[in-house]
Structures are given as C-alpha cells and as structure tokens.
C-alpha cells in the first residue's frame, strides 16, 4: 500500500486541481459517480457480503449489522444522496464581506475557499464515504478517509467505483482516498499529518472522537456522540410527549439523534410516565428508571434501577434512562450536566417554558415539541451531511457544504500603496 506520505501528497497536488474546477465541471462528475454506483449495486453488495459475513460471525449487534448494510435501498439512496448535492448552490467562491477603502486605492472582499484536504475517521458506515466525497468534494476539497476495519470490503469498493467514475471525467482519481490498513497506528500516523491535511473530522463513538481529540496534530470539528434528550414539562400534552418519545427513541436505534435519556417533572409523572412506557413496551425498550419513576412503571416489563452511568450513556440500542425532576430549571441543569450538545427536545404548552429551555440548553439543535430525529442535513436543507458538529468553532449543527469551507480576502488595486 501506498505510504501515508505519498498518499497525503497525492491529496494535497489532487485538491490543487479541484479547485481549479469550474462548478458544471464538478457537477457533471457527481452526476457520473452517481449512475456509476448504481450500476455497481451487484459488485457493491457482493463485496459488503464479505463485511456482513465477518459481522454475523463476530456476534455484532443487530443495530451494528443495520449501519454496515448496503441493501439495494440503501444504495439507491446513496446514489440519489450525490445526485441531490450535485444541485445544491456551492458555497465556493462566494463573496461574503466586500468593502472599498478609497482613500488607499483598493477594493477587498472576503470569499469561501476550499480547506483543501480533509480528513474524515469514521466506524463501520460505508454510506459515509460516498457522502463525505460527495461533499468535500462539492466545494473542491480533496478527502482522504479511514473507515473501520469492519467495514474494510464494503468502503474498498466504494471508493474504486467512485474512483473509476472521477477517472472517466478526466479528474484526479486522488480526490478520493482511502486508507486500507485499518490497524490503530496507522490511524494515529494519519491523526499527525498536519502538514498535508487542513482539517480532520472523526465520526462515531465517544471513543473514537476522544483518541483523535487526544491524538491529532491536525486541526478537529468534533461530531457524532448523542446523549439526547426529551424533557416532558408539567405542561406537556402527555399524548404529544409519547407520540414524540416513542418516535425519537425507537424509528432507528442506532443513529446519534436517538433520544437516549428521558426527563419528567414530577407534577405528570403519574400521568405521563405509564402512557411513555405503555408505548415503549410495544418495541420492548429497556427503561433504566431513577427511584420515584421506578415506582410509577415497576410492573412493567423491561424496567431496571438506573445507576449514574445511565444518564450519561448513548445506548445506541432499545434502552432509555429516566430521571424525575421538579422543576424545569432542575431539567435543564440535568440535561446540561450529562448531554453530549447534540440534541434536546422539550414538550410543553407553555411558550415561556419553551423559550427559558431553548435559551438554557447548550446543545448545537433544541426542540420544542418535535422529535430530536430531526437533527439531520437533509432534513435541515443542507443535503447530506458531514456530521452533526458538537463543538461551538467554525460549524455547529449538522455540517452541510458550509461547514467544508473556509475564508480568504481577495485585495485588488491598481499599484497601490499603503499610505
């Protein structure tokens, strides 16, 4: 395999000609990797197979096996994914500050450019790297990614049938590159490579994000960990609550925009709480309860104590923690204490109390009466996305094109000097 150097140099010459693309250019080859991967659905799920096989032998969770599974509709939606982003407007380019100095002889402007090379580490979701092409390479930035070793077949071939694509439109097949040795210490190496990658994204575990937190040389957008949250005020419409809980905790286990944690005020707990469960049971969700909502549902099926590790874990599976508070500023100091800033929901009639909590959570989306499943690119306008960024510098939210640039200022004259 080629070294990390030679392969960082390839995306560093490779993001040098992207940039010289011009937009019809750039969308024509999305629209090419788009009919490409449809017409390798058969080769894309022979070789996802390999990657299925080695999971099932594992013993890997059903929840895992559905993130790593390319079927034919989750093919087709990556497909239609490119296509989408291929009409989005590029932020590249745009002219977002301009300002005429007269007395000096210059007219400045501000414009986004490209990062140049980006970095994406990520687990076993092989959609992640045709969307995380599709959007670097959308505002003419070269990626270089390193999936997870359990997804190792299904990214391969992914990224050569992408390759081949940008190949037949005359583009540097360097634009996308993948990292094939999935061992620790080459993901360290790559984390140092700050020479030659302008920006690094982790996608996944608290795990994950953390070693390259800890490990990176090279500038981070933190993204993924979702310990969310659905507060249930003493004004709640009950029904809403379970409507919305229900929706949030159990339409996909397995994604970061889940609601993981559960909090009720104390005055609708009775009311509330065996309505939430009734509804929970249906899909068999473990609820880890705290003393007083234990009390409320322990006839129930699938109930435990919860302990503190519970409320500050992303279960990632039919398991949700449940804390009793008795005040809304008790919630909000509950949520804040123990969310991963992704995000939180509050279900009130109260507009007052829903402005207090969407002012007080420190979360990237809050939500008021809705499901935090929403947190989502597309769902947002953006098309897909990069990740949902938890941190507050440059991106917050879900990262669509804008999140994949940066800025410079152009200064024109004619011979001028400063005076």
Known sequence: MTDLITLAK????????????????????????????????SFLKEKNAL?????????????FID??????????????????????????NKTIYSY????????????????GVIGIIYESRP??????????????????????????????????????????????QNAITLIENTDRQTTVEFMKLDGYVDLLIPRGSASLINSVKENSSIPIIETGTGNCHVYVDEFANVEMASSVIYNAKTQRYSVCNACESLVIHSKVLQKSLPLIAKKLQEKQVVMACDERSYEVIKDYPYIKSATEEDFATEYGRAEIS????DSLVEAINHINKYST????????????NAEIFINSIDSSCVYHNASTRFSDGFVFGLGAEIGISTQKLHARGPMGLEGLVTTKYVVKGNGAVRK
């Open 127 to 172: 959609n992640v790297t045709a969307d995380a092409f599709a959007l670097c390479f959308k505002t003419a930035n070269a990626v270089i990614l390193k999936g997870g070793s359990d997804a190792i077949n299904s990214n391969k071939a992914l990224t050569l049938v992408i390759q081949n694509a940008l190949k037949n439109c005359g583009i540097d």
């Open 100 to 115: 005429t100095n007269a007395e000096q002889g210059i007219d400045i402007k501000k414009i986004n450019v490209p990062f």
């Open 67 to 92: 993130r790593l599974t390319l079927s034919d509709k989750v093919i087709e939606g990556i497909a239609t994914g490119i296509e989408q982003v291929a009409m989005l407007d590029s932020p590249r």
């Open 341 to 352: 800033d992704h995000s939180e929901s509050i279900i009130t009639e109260n507009l007052e």
């Open 10 to 41: 390839n995306a560093k010459k490779a993001s040098a000609e992207l940039n010289r693309l011009s937009e019809d250019k750039i969308n024509q080859a999305l629209k090419k990797v788009a009919v490409e991967i449809r017409e390798n659905a």
């Open 322 to 325: 449940v804390k009793t508070v």
């Open 51 to 63: 990657d299925l096989t080695s999971a099932k032998d594992k013993g890997l969770s059903d929840a």
